[in-house]
C-alpha cells in the first residue's frame, strides 16, 4: 500500500493541474496549473527511478553488490526542471504583455477585445 503513495501523489497532482487549466479563466492561474501539472511528471519519473536502499549514482566507488537508483530518470528530471523554467518565464512574459495591451488578463475579456 505504501509503495503506490508517490503514484497517488502524481494522479492528485496531475487531476489539479488539469482542472486549474481547464476551468480558471486568468492566465496565471492557468500557468500555474501547468506548472503543477509539470511537476507531476517530474515527480512520477522521480518514483520510476526510485530503488528502495538504491545509492546516488554519483557515488563512484560503491561496495560491489550495492543498487544504485536509475541515473538516466534523475538526469531527465533535472532537464525537465529547467526546461519547466524557461518555459514559466516566456509564459508569464506573455502574460506581461498581454496585460500591456489589453490591460487584463483574464481570458474571456482578451476574446471579447480580439471581436
Sequence with gaps: MFFNIPYIAVVVLALIGLATVLFKRNLIKIFLGIVILESAVNLFLIALGYREGGIAPIYTNAPAGEEMVFSTVQALTLTSIVIGVATTAVMLTFAM??????????TNKIRRLKE
Design 97 to 106: 504583455v498581454l496585460w500591456k495591451k489589453y490591460g487584463s488578463i483574464e
